[in-house]
């Protein structure tokens, strides 16, 4: 079936430093979508990309999905202690409408 | 409050007893959605509904599980025979677009199951 893995599992920083997260499927994505969940509380919706190599940007986040859509990456430039949690990456692949979440990368940033 | 909630937020059980969660979505919302996610993953999906019509469920859904959606508002996740395994935070996300891609899943707060 398809998987959705994200690379590093987890990630620890100093405040102020760059992260970058890395979602690859095992196949074609009509979508993807980021969400973040902070620790003890639920997936939050952050952006959703469509277009093959688009790149948007909120604030110091930066997502990009790859031109085979079957990658994506999100970026935080100069972290924040407020950027702690979880962020998964999630598709709709073929002929279903289950969504299906990355594994997710835990972002621990120390001040 | 107009977001997805989610009752009760927590339950501890005995195993081999019956549980059922509530699910109150956003009121416009067609398509509800119920996940489970264990310590360390992401959400795992289990079933949807669109409206009243459940229309796909997951393998991970065995026969103790059945879920309802008996007017296209509220939904209930039952599981039945409670197993130590089934100890998990199970989320109810909803969203108001029909077609595939391109909606924005909303999500509760989950209710936290722990099988004794």
């Known amino acids: 079936g398809q998987q959705v893995m994200q690379i590093p599992q987890y990630q620890h920083v100093q405040e102020g430093e760059d992260f970058t997260t890395y979602c690859n499927s095992s196949?074609?994505?009509?979508?993807i979508q980021w969400y973040k969940q902070r620790p003890g509380g639920h997936p939050v919706f952050l952006i959703q990309?469509?277009?093959?190599?688009e790149v948007k940007k909120q604030k110091r986040l930066t997502f990009q999905f790859g031109e085979a859509k079957k990658n994506s990456s999100l970026h935080i430039t100069a972290t924040q202690t407020t950027d702690v949690g979880t962020y998964f990456c999630?598709?709709?692949?073929?002929?279903?409408?289950?969504?299906?979440f990355g594994t997710g990368t835990l972002l621990a940033v120390q001040p | 409050d107009t977001g997805v909630s989610q009752n009760p937020r927590h339950k501890i059980t005995k195993r081999g007893q019956n549980v059922t969660f509530r699910c109150d979505p956003i009121?416009?919302?067609?398509?509800l959605y119920w996940y489970r996610q264990t310590l360390g993953q992401g959400p795992e999906f289990l079933t949807y509904?669109?409206?009243?019509?459940?229309?796909?469920k997951s393998r991970l859904l065995s026969d103790r599980f059945s879920a309802e959606r008996p007017k296209g508002s509220f939904s209930t996740l039952e599981i039945q025979r409670t197993e130590q395994g089934d100890s998990a935070m199970y989320l109810c996300?909803?969203?108001?677009?029909?077609?595939?891609?391109?909606?924005?899943?909303?999500f509760g707060p989950g209710t936290r199951l722990l099988v004794l």
């Open positions: 996300a909803s969203s108001s677009q029909g077609g595939r891609g391109g909606e924005t899943q909303y």
């Open positions: 196949t074609t994505l009509s979508n």
């Open positions: 990309l469509v277009k093959s190599g």
């Open positions: 999630a598709g709709y692949g073929g002929a279903t409408n289950k969504l299906i």
């Open positions: 009121s416009e919302h067609n398509r």
């Open positions: 509904f669109q409206n009243e019509a459940q229309l796909e």
